[in-house]
């Protein structure tokens, strides 16, 4: 038996005004998504536990069926296993993003400073090492805005908060705040003093785009200990990811990462060489895990029009073909959700229930015939927590509540 899930961050939403009271998988084109839930089953589940941000990190590991409650320590140490960084029992790595920041530096005016080229960015990060970088802290280029610092030696006992939060608002009370946050703020502050001159941003200027004027400190932590996917429930696992959260999880879970040198995270991103790299994936392996972030960004930003773009190619280019082709190929279970929704009245996270469609050898079909937010409402299987949706879908449980 082979196992898909077809992972699409934020893609869940609330009903717009603009869409007749519809949310946008109510309204966008998912022929696919809705025939695994009519030949399968319906249902939601509850991926962010009580208490905890509903960031991807915590989100995705509670679908892989991981108890954040006991195994947690940050976003920023996954990524930091992805991009090859090592750090040590005292190292905190903290995610560093590119941001735009406005009036004299005290509005958010984008999260990811327009989508900046991870070519832009590592020109920008060379810079902060030479003038911020010490025997404490270093720097290291990741995928477009998304970058990391590690503080060796480091404290993590500090409140952050996510730029995406905060977008179009003031980051007055949002900056790092509480015990040993100094450095980490007079870090950001001082990036000031030189980011805007930057020739990557005057060029970014010149060419109508907005500039990485500022870098933004979040999501700190110290390396944590996961157990392997194959140890906890016997599947061998790989993942297709843009992000470097997701290739980091992977690596802490003992999951092969397949590399789509067009995945970018946006809406441009290669769905057709992700689909290509499930299917070879799933001849290696039992279990092939595809992240699109594209849902998620289109809701950070607040673009409708994006947002149901994503969705309708996540369906067509990427669920679709996938689905055909394992048709022949013997038996197999498909499993389509969210990890969390980014409505996009609010530009970020939401800690409530996503609905999923889980199709496939020995899934008995119910009644439900769509594949949209009412599910949470009609759907025949409900998991809270979420990390019981994962071993129900490998067919080792029956407990679905």
């Keep these: 038996m ?40 319906g249902g939601w589940s509850l991926n962010t536990p009580d208490g905890y941000y509903p960031g991807s990190d915590i989100a995705n590991l509670g679908v892989l069926g991981y108890d954040v409650t006991q195994s947690y320590t940050g976003r920023s140490p996954l990524e930091a296993a992805a991009m090859g960084v090592a750090l040590g029992p005292k190292d905190v790595a903290f995610r560093c993003n590119m941001v735009t920041l406005s009036e004299n ?67 007055a009370g949002s900056l790092p705040h509480g015990a040993e946050s100094t450095p980490i703020e007079a870090l950001m502050r001082t990036s000031w003093e030189f980011l805007s001159d930057h020739p990557v941003n005057r060029q970014r200027v010149a060419d109508g785009k907005k500039p990485a004027n500022s870098i933004w400190l979040w999501g700190q932590g110290k390396k944590p200990e996961l157990t392997a996917f194959r140890d906890r429930f016997g599947k061998s696992g790989g993942i297709i990811s843009a992000v470097d959260l997701m290739r980091g999880i992977a690596a802490h879970i003992g999951f092969d990462v397949f590399h789509v040198p067009g995945a970018t995270g946006w809406i441009d991103t290669d769905y057709e060489g992700k689909a290509k790299a499930c299917l070879e994936g799933l001849e290696q392996h039992d279990l092939m895990f595809v992240h699109v972030e594209s849902p998620d960004e289109a809701g950070h930003a607040g673009r409708l029009d994006y947002k149901m773009q994503a969705i309708t190619d996540f369906d067509t280019r990427l669920v679709g073909p996938v689905l055909e082709a394992l048709a022949s190929r013997g038996p197999f279970r498909a499993l389509a ?65």
Excluded: C
Excluded at 356 to 377: H, S
């Design 105 to 171: 530096f005290t509005i958010m005016d984008d999260f990811s400073a327009d989508q900046i080229s991870t070519r832009e960015s590592a020109e920008i990060v060379a810079t902060l090492n030479e003038k911020l970088g010490s025997e404490q802290f270093q720097f290291y280029s990741g995928v477009s805005y998304r970058n990391l610092l590690v503080w060796r030696g480091g404290s993590d006992q500090m409140i952050t908060k996510p730029p995406h939060d905060i977008s179009d608002r003031p980051i």
């Design 2 to 41: 082979k196992f898909v899930i077809f992972l699409g961050d934020g893609m869940s939403d609330r009903p717009l005004e603009a869409l007749n009271g519809r949310t946008p998988l109510m309204a966008a084109h998912t022929p696919n998504l809705d025939r695994m839930v009519r030949e399968g089953v």
């Design 337 to 401: 959700l969210p990890d969390h929704p980014t409505p996009l009245a609010t530009k970020t996270h939401d800690p409530g229930p996503v609905p999923f469609a889980m199709m496939g050898a020995g899934i008995r079909p119910d009644v439900n015939q769509v594949y949209d937010e009412g599910l949470l409402k009609s759907g025949s299987l409900t998991f809270d927590p979420g990390t019981r949706l994962m071993p129900y879908f490998l067919g080792l449980t029956e407990t679905v509540v």
